[in-house]
C-alpha cells in the first residue's frame, strides 16, 4: 500500500500532467482568434470610385486578403482584426468626412489613406487633432515634409522617385533638355514643382511646364506645345487615366523623344489603358513589381513570393504597387498592436520605433524625424515592353 505522502506526490505528478495537457491545449488555441476578447478595428479610407479608383481597389484587395490572413490565425494576440473600409470617391472633402466619421463614430485606433496625395493632405490635420496614427498611401512629398507626429506613409516618396527619375535622365539618357507634363492635382504639381527645383542641380533644363485636369482625356493641345521645343524628354507626373492618354497621344502626334512616368502609374491599369503605347515607357516603381529585383533568400523576397502567391489565388491576377503599399498599412499598424494595444499614444510610439520590419515595399525603418521608412535603393526605374514590365539597367 502506498504512504499518504507517496499517495500526494501521485495525485501532484497527476494534477501536473493534466496542467501541462491543457496547457499545450491553450497553445494550439493561441493560433486562432479569441472570440472573447475585443475586436481590434482599424479604419481605411481608400478611393475605390473617381479618377484614384485604380490605386484605392488595389489596396482594398491587399487589405482584405491581410485581414483574412490575420484572423484565419490568431489576429494580433488572439484579437480579431477588422479594417473598415470607406470609399472617399478620389476627393479631398470626402476623404476629410471618412476619417472624422470613422474616429467619431467607429472607434477605430488607427486609420489607413488615403489613396491619392491631396485627399492624404485633407485627412492630415484631422489625425493630427484626434492624436490618432494614421499610415498613408500616397507618394506626395508634403505628407510627411515636414513631420507631422501622427502620420506615415509607405510608399516611396516623390522626392525618392523624382531622384531616380533625374539620375536616369543624366547618366543614362543624358539629356539636359526636358518637357513637363504633369496633373493638375496635388500629386501632379507637387511632382512637377520638386522636378522645377532640383532638375539644375543635374545640369538639365526645363525647357516646357504644361498640366492637365485629372479627368482630361485628350492632351493633345499640351503635347503640340511641347513638341516644337528643344525637349530631349518628356516627363509625366500623374496617376491613371491621364498617363495613358497621354501615350496615345504622344503616337498619334509623331512624338518619339522618351516618355518618363511617375510612380504614380505602376500598375497594370496604365498598360491595359495605354495598349500598345505604353510599350517603351519608363518609371521608377517599387522593387515588388520585378521580385527578381530583390535579393534571392531575403527575407523581403520571401514575403514578396508569398504575397504574389496569395494575392493571385484569391484574385486571379498579379498584385501591383497600389497593393503592396494597402498590404504594408495593415502589417506595419499590426506589429505595432502587438505592444501598443488600441492605446493611441502608445501605437504612436510603437510605429514610430519601428526598425527593420520587412513589408512588400520594403524594410521599413521609421524614427522621429523619419516618418517615410524606405529610402531611394527600394525603387528601380523599369520599362515596360511587349505589355511587361522589365528592369531597365
Known amino acids: 500500500m502506498f504512504k499518504k505522502s507517496t499517495i500526494g506526490l501521485l495525485i501532484a505528478c497527476v494534477c501536473l500532467l493534466v496542467a501541462v495537457s491543457i496547457g499545450a491545449v491553450g497553445c494550439g488555441s493561441g493560433n486562432k482568434v479569441d472570440a472573447s476578447k475585443s475586436v481590434y478595428k482599424i479604419g481605411a479610407v481608400l478611393s475605390l470610385t473617381g479618377p484614384a479608383a485604380p490605386l484605392g481597389t488595389s ?14 490565425g490568431a489576429g494580433v494576440d488572439g484579437h480579431k482584426v477588422e479594417f473598415v473600409i470607406v470609399d472617399d470617391q478620389s476627393v479631398p472633402e ?9 474616429i467619431n463614430q467607429e472607434g477605430v485606433s488607427a486609420v489607413i489613406g488615403t489613396s491619392s496625395t491631396g485627399a492624404t493632405l485633407a485627412m492630415v490635420p484631422v489625425a493630427q487633432q484626434n492624436k490618432i496614427p494614421m499610415i498613408c498611401c500616397a507618394a506626395g512629398t508634403a505628407i510627411t515634409d515636414p513631420v507631422k507626429s501622427y502620420v506615415f506613409r509607405t ?26 507634363l504633369h496633373d493638375s492635382n496635388a500629386f501632379g504639381t507637387g511632382g512637377a514643382d520638386e522636378l522645377a527645383a532640383r532638375a539644375p542641380k543635374y545640369g538639365i533644363q526645363i525647357v516646357a511646364n ?15 506645345k511641347i513638341k516644337v521645343t528643344p525637349a530631349q524628354a518628356l516627363v509625366v507626373w500623374g496617376t491613371n487615366p491621364g498617363p495613358a ?26 498598360i491595359e489603358l495605354a495598349g500598345p503605347a505604353a510599350n517603351g515607357v519608363v518609371l521608377p516603381a517599387g522593387r515588388m513589381l520585378i521580385p527578381a529585383s530583390i535579393p534571392a533568400n531575403s527575407e523581403w523576397r520571401k514575403l514578396v ?24 498599412a495593415g502589417l506595419l499598424i499590426t506589429d505595432a498592436m502587438k505592444t501598443a494595444g488600441t492605446d493611441k499614444t502608445k501605437l504612436q510610439e510603437a510605429i514610430q520605433s519601428t526598425n527593420g520590419v520587412v513589408g512588400i515595399d520594403g524594410v521599413f525603418t521609421y524614427s522621429p524625424s523619419n516618418h517615410d521608412g524606405l529610402t531611394t535603393s527600394d525603387l528601380i526605374m523599369i520599362k515596360i515592353q511587349n505589355g511587361t514590365w522589365t528592369e531597365e539597367k
Open 59 to 72: 489596396e482594398q484587395k491587399a487589405l482584405t486578403m491581410f485581414q483574412d490572413e490575420l484572423n484565419s
Open 94 to 102: 470626402q476623404a476629410k468626412a471618412a476619417i472624422t466619421k470613422l
Open 155 to 180: 510608399p516611396p516618396t516623390d522626392r525618392m522617385a523624382i531622384t531616380k527619375v533625374l539620375e536616369y535622365l543624366k547618366n543614362k539618357l543624358k539629356v539636359s533638355k526636358i518637357a513637363i
Open 210 to 224: 504644361e498640366s492637365y485636369g485629372s479627368t482630361d482625356t485628350d492632351m493633345t493641345p499640351q503635347l503640340t
Open 245 to 270: 492618354s497621354i501615350a496615345k497621344n504622344m503616337q498619334q502626334l509623331s512624338i518619339t523623344i522618351p516618355y518618363i512616368g511617375s510612380h504614380g502609374i505602376a500598375n497594370q491599369k496604365f
Open 305 to 328: 513570393d508569398t504575397f504574389y502567391t496569395n494575392f493571385k489565388a484569391k484574385y486571379q491576377s498579379n498584385p501591383d504597387t497600389f497593393a503592396g503599399h494597402g498590404y504594408d
